[in-house]
């Protein structure tokens, strides 16, 4: 499915930015390999951007008190406030005429530059409205203010929001060679959302028919994980919730915990070993003689869904179990008083109550589930596929980043609208989703 | 009350079969560990051995592996702690009008796969280095992209730690000390950082772990360098070696202990707030109670 193989693919896609390099830096590298060390020194390039006037507050000095997180912030500070500028300076430095690119660029500029200003305004009305705030950033709250602006604004515009932008753009590009970046092909395009849906142009199939099974499989496996999740949780969230206190709660939640702290890789490791041909599973059904020979369950995908149920257990458990937790154990008595059976004291009590806890522990399985990688890498079956894997094919022995790039939105974009449903049909905010 | 005998056996089935699928995989995978058959399974046991630890230090990938992973750790801590208490210090100054955007978007990250934060930051990074003329080497080292793409969660992470320790701050001590004219840096490094203490421990503790464990995001952002874990993965995946069951119970064993003193302190400190506030309340009451009777004499 992968039409571009090789090693010179890969380094062309790695090698598509050169053309984006400013100006000055005339000798633009050929190949990610040997680049040929701009002017420019890694950090210090702050002083030669012009005007970085709007974030007065970001002022280096800040960085190098606060000794771990400087390497690694201090390049975004120059980047801040190169990006901020290129709106108001009518193009001085890194949009030049090369098309696509120039444009995207300026239009990511633009949107970081007012997500930066509407922040800093908003926390500036915020300041001079708490009086003694606004007093301490006068006189002498300068440092801690600097070192808060910094690092939050740094998060989101640099690790939150751009790089989000920036594949999102990046998906709707051409894969292409070095020399054609830049060229008249370097254009917006649907190619890679139009591959997804029908296949390769003249292929002959009507759609895509591999990675759209793949898609919906995924999809609906990581549903069905869920809901097996649930069931499975509930109970006992219900009995540490209602049922047991003291020691005994102290105790189960340890027991609990102590499987989280160990490594993903190794919990699917597991049930690798579990139910391999030679595993415990086929070794107890053919010593019973339900079997003659080894069951594929690796093939069949069984290993998958029970390692995949097992590895996020817990993040059903801890909503779960802090939702029915605030229920008052008086509500249930009565609801037995009054003569209500064990399943209506559930569906009309116990679960509009856990309401939030139970959206948050879904919705966090399901994104964990359908964004695995390690798990179905692992326990998977040759011949079947998860989409997480088929987006690490296109970067990895693909080469065609675009396109992975096109399919890692589609997840992305599959995720948001699971979120949203969840939050329409259990009338959560994402406060309590996220909360764990 | 014979069917209230039958529920109570029901529960403790379940309850025991729970804790069978949960422990049953890692107590299996351990004790292939010591099998000397040469593929990891228990079941034709073919005698005890610790063959297969030693073959764990001459395997130079995992050695090396392990140190990535250990330099990573360090520098998700490093960058993902202060941002993740900037972060929850902003949530709480930010105006009630912008607060709801704030969290959706500093929590977004708890949400987003992590194959897909691995794959933006490595975009990302590759293209805005250029754009704004830093050094390729720097942008596209796989330890720079790798601290960053695990920070970006991880941080999300420990905010949400610090948010729930900080909603318990007694807002009056800040106010107080500023009033008897303390600098607002003197009382940030004085009063509130001693009260996160603990939720600053937790966070970095948690950051180390997370950092350490994780694949979606590492296996996009580390290029062609491994850690430990993604090491661990191609192992796990194509190697039918004792030797990964071995690793499993080295890094068990550590995790494990680690784990059973980081809960430990938790909920021994959460106890010793818990019994001060409790103290505070009780003296604060015998007080009023004072008052009164001074007043009421």
């Known amino acids: 499915m992968n039409e571009l193989t090789g090693p010179e693919i890969t380094m062309m896609a790695q090698a598509q930015i050169t053309p984006s390099l400013p100006t000055p830096s005339a000798p633009a590298p ?16 702050t002083p030669s951007l012009p005007g970085s006037a709007p974030t007065p507050q970001i002022n280096p000095s800040i960085t190098p008190q606060l000794p771990g997180g400087a390497p690694s912030i201090s390049p975004s500070l120059p980047g801040s406030t190169g990006t901020t500028v290129q ?52 006189r002498n709250g300068l440092a801690i203010s600097a070192y808060l602006l910094t690092f939050t604004i740094g998060w989101i515009v640099f ?49 895509n028919w591999l990675h759209l099974a793949v898609f919906f499989k995924t999809i609906i496996a990581s549903v069905i994980v869920t809901i097996i999740n649930f069931l499975l949780c509930y109970p006992l969230a219900f009995f540490m919730a209602q049922m047991v206190k003291g020691r005994g709660q102290r105790l189960l939640f340890l027991c609990l915990l102590l499987p989280f702290w160990v490594n993903e890789i190794l919990r699917a490791f597991a049930f690798k070993l579990i139910f391999a041909e030679l595993g415990l599973v086929n070794a107890f059904l053919i010593g019973l003689g339900i079997l003659d020979q080894p069951y594929d369950f690796l093939g069949a995908n069984v290993a998958l869904y029970t390692g995949l149920t097992y590895a996020y257990i817990l993040l059903m458990i801890f909503p779960l179990y802090n939702a029915i937790e605030s229920l008052d154990h008086n509500q249930i008595e009565a609801a037995r008083d009054m003569g209500a059976s064990w399943l209506k004291i559930h569906l009309r009590i116990v679960m509009p109550h856990a309401k939030p806890g139970i959206a948050s522990g879904c919705t966090m399985v399901f994104m964990l589930t359908a964004g695995a990688l390690a798990a179905p890498n692992i326990l998977g079956g040759p011949s079947s596929l998860w989409f997480t894997q088929i987006i690490y094919q296109w970067y990895n022995t693909g080469g065609n980043w675009p396109q992975g790039s096109a399919y890692a939105f589609v997840l992305l974009l599959s995720c948001i609208i699971f979120v ?17 | ?20 699928y949960l422990f049953g995989p890692l107590i299996i995978m351990s004790a292939s560990a010591f099998n000397q058959s040469s593929y990891p399974t228990i079941t034709p046991w073919e005698g005890f ?116 320790r900080l909603q318990r701050f007694d807002k009056t001590l800040e106010e107080a000390a500023l009033d008897l004219g303390a600098t607002h840096t003197q009382v940030f490094w004085k009063i509130l950082i001693p009260f996160l203490r603990p939720a600053i421990l937790s966070s970095v503790v948690l950051a180390f772990l997370t950092s350490f464990e994780n694949y979606n995001t590492t296996v996009f952002t580390m290029v062609a360098r491994g850690t430990l874990t993604t090491e661990l993965a191609g192992l796990a995946r194509f190697g039918v070696n004792p030797s990964i069951s071995a690793l499993a119970v080295v890094i068990m064993g550590l995790t494990l202990i680690f784990a059973v003193i980081y809960e430990i302190k938790k909920r021994r400190e959460e106890a010793i707030t818990e019994a001060s506030v409790k103290r505070a309340a009780m003296k604060r009451r015998q007080d009023t109670a004072a008052a009164a009777a001074q007043v009421a004499t």
């Open chain 1, 420 to 436: 949203r449903i969840m939050m329409r049909v259990f009338k959560v905010g994402l406060g309590d989703i996220a909360k764990r």
């Open chain 1, 87 to 138: 709106p108001s300076n009518p193009a001085p430095e890194p949009t030049p005429a090369d098309g696509g690119i120039g444009f995207a660029e300026v239009f990511i500029a633009i949107v970081a530059a007012l997500l930066v200003a509407l922040f800093m305004q908003r926390k500036a009305g915020k300041l001079s409205a708490n009086l003694s705030a606004m007093q301490f950033v006068q």
């Open chain 1, 159 to 207: 690790m939150i929001i751009l790089p989000q932008l920036y594949m999102f753009d990046f998906s709707f590009r051409h894969n292409l060679l070095p020399m054609e970046i830049g060229g008249p092909k370097d254009v917006y395009t649907l190619k890679n959302y139009k591959y997804l849906m029908f296949g390769r142009e003249g292929g002959g199939e009507m759609l």
């Open chain 2, 49 to 164: 051995t610790v063959e297969w630890f030693g073959e764990l230090a001459q395997n130079d990938r995992l050695v090396s592996g392990f140190i990535n992973s250990v330099w990573i750790g360090f520098g998700v801590v490093a960058l993902s702690v202060p941002t993740a208490l900037a972060g929850a210090i902003m949530l709480m100054q930010v105006s009630d009008r912008v607060r709801p955007l704030y969290y959706t978007i500093v929590v977004s990250p708890v949400l987003v796969p992590g194959v897909i934060i691995g794959i933006s930051t490595v975009i990302f990074w590759e293209r805005f280095g250029s754009v704004v003329g830093l050094d390729y080497e720097t942008t596209n080292n796989p330890f720079f992209l790798t601290i960053v793409g695990q920070s970006t969660f991880i941080s999300a992470y420990c905010m949400l730690v610090f948010i729930a």
């Open chain 1, 30 to 45: 050929e190949t990610p390999t040997a680049p040929s060390a701009p002017s420019n020194g890694s950090f210090s390039i």
């Open chain 2, 1 to 20: 009350m014979t069917s209230n005998q039958i529920r109570a056996w029901v529960v403790r089935g379940y309850i025991a079969l729970f804790f069978l």
